[in-house]
């Protein structure tokens, strides 16, 4: 049995510019044509999906996202190399595109299950699956043009995923609709995955990404440029977008085992960053509830108009814990000569919940690294929060709570 | 081609939902509903034989019966009009569709297929009221209308195979559609549908036998009102080149398959 259900290799695209189209029609009669422009929108991609499992596919606008998806889907076909799939493919994209507004829930629903590719013996047996999981009650037998976005959402999900395809590729429509819903669909992708389905989701959301799957693919001007572990990908891709002139991305291997990403012009750089407790002793552990404090110290190259540090501490899992800048605090220095070194002094309570967190410090010029980024560092510093003297609790919050209890 | 029989199998659900739908969205807001389908081709058929029989006194040379044009005029609308559905509907079927070919993967012979299944009821639902006609005006029709049986077909394979070749061209380059729309209207008076070949100067004569869809819509003619049966050797031509065009359609339609979402 082969266990990759997806395999890529060497797959390249371009779309054909002919002079004439003509000259498109005399190629068909396998006659040769010279002055073809080829506009090559992705070049040799290569991976294997394996079952079950859930690959984020990231990368700016125009890096080829869509039409990778395309090719796997099967409606455009590869110009160059080999694309294998095995097994059937189900996308959720642009839910509900194929409804027809006069006709009902019901009758969308076969006709999109039919478009699918399914019996009318499976369609039945599938339709109070379906209607059950839309959960739109009466609106079910009523046109579509009636319906509100978010029901024709679930509809068209619902059917989508009526029936449990070996791909389901899962593109940013999933932040559509409401919570309850998001919930309830993601519960359904998730029950997949453990039956067996392979995961493509492609989404710019980094939380979404990280908390769904375990390898992300990076492409950019259509080329791959990472495959790997989703928080390396991420990394590397934010500090991508800021990515200029002069700028320079360099990644390194921490002894951890994980991937520190460095980006920036470097005009101002940090020098050091440590976590210090109360007592001003350096430490990595660092008790729940206790006073702590981030020293980043940091050094600028040239003459710098406006400076501003952020930190942003994540959690194990990459998400956000918190982060705040000297812009929002008010406090951006202004004029930095060239050789000035800067000392910062972080105070705070470690009102975190037990676990391992990383601090990623950023220098730029305003509250956000888009404008001018001198230097994003990620994984700066990684410490850990131990629960040693309080009552047992979990997640990545430590709210004391004062519980009454009020017997009679 | 096994293979594409079997797509067309494995998706004939999808396409009798596809025809059964199309009618359904057409009627559905309407308080008439499925009667229109009946009303409609009759007041086409209606309108045809009040403006050219009555106002016009069109008299057929070599009948007796006052309404003979009507049915002459009848027949020949019933072939042309299935023939122009067909052929218009077929000329922008890839690039009308080009959202669904973009982001779905089903076979694609499947399209032309439904058109030609919708197009067929509508035609079938004019050969009706046209009967019902034929009915009022006290015309019978004999045997010969059995001839239907194979002109029809014939007059589907003659659209379809014209249409997808068309069709296919018209995603690569638009203005196919825009100049066909022109060309079926000049096609439609060098048929004759609403006058007697006979009126045709004699040097013009060649041009008409040139014409597939003169003898398709003679044969109608025929069958419908002189009840004879057509002429077989230009109907059996009409046949090859309906074919043969069917076969163009289908290798076009693979060599460019490729290519085609890529400039939808």
Known sequence: MNANVLVLEGVGKSFREYPSQILRFATWAGISVRNVQEHWVLRNISFRLGRGEAVGIVGQNGAGKSTLLKLITGTLRQTTGSLTVNGRISAILELGMGFNPDLTGRQNVMHTAGLMGFSQADIERAIPDIEAFAEIGEYFDEPVRTYSSGMQMRVAFSVATAFRPEVLIVDEALSVGDAYFQHKSMGRIREFRRQGTTLLIVSHDRTAIQALCDRAILLDKGEMRMDGDPHTVMDYYNAMIAERENTAISSVKLESGKVQTTSGTGEAVVEKVGIYNAAGEPVEFINVGEPAELRIQVKAHTDIPRLVLGYLIKDRLGQDVFGTNTHHTGQALEQVRAGQVINYSIRFSTNMGAGAYSVSTALVSTDTHLVNNYEWRDLALVFTVMNVDRAYFVGSNWMPPSIAIDQS | ?264
């Open chain 2, 1 to 264: 081609m096994t293979e594409m029989l079997a797509a067309i199998w494995r998706y004939r659900f999808f396409i009798f939902s596809s025809v059964r739908n199309d009618f359904r969205a057409r009627f559905a807001r309407s308080s008439l509903g499925a009667i229109w389908m009946i009303l409609q081709p009759l007041a086409q058929v209606a309108i045809y034989a009040l403006v050219l029989s009555r106002v016009l006194g069109s008299r057929l040379p070599g009948t007796d019966n006052k309404y003979a044009y009507v049915i002459y005029l009848t027949s020949g609308i019933l072939a042309w009009s299935l023939f122009v559905e067909l052929l218009s509907r077929c000329l922008t079927i890839f690039v009308d569709n080009g959202n669904l070919l973009k982001k779905v993967v089903f076979p694609r012979i499947c399209l032309p297929l439904i058109l030609a299944g919708s197009a067929l009821i509508n035609n079938l639902l004019l050969l009706i009221a046209t009967l019902g006609v034929f009915l009022l005006v006290g015309h019978s029709v004999g045997p010969t209308a059995l001839w239907l049986l194979v002109l029809v077909p014939l007059t589907l394979a003659f659209a379809l195979g014209l249409g997808l070749i068309l069709g296919t061209l018209n995603v690569f380059v638009r203005d196919v559609a825009q100049v066909m729309n022109v060309v079926l209207q000049l096609w439609f008076w060098l048929t004759p549908v609403v006058y007697m070949p006979t009126i045709v100067p004699e040097e013009f004569k060649y041009a008409l036998s040139a014409n597939p869809m003169y003898w398709i819509v003679s044969s109608y003619q025929n069958v419908l009102l002189f009840h004879t049966a057509p002429d077989m050797e230009h109907l059996g031509l009409t046949a090859v080149i309906s074919l043969g065009l069917l076969a163009v359609a289908l290798l076009l339609f693979r060599r460019s398959s490729a290519e085609m979402v890529d400039v939808l």
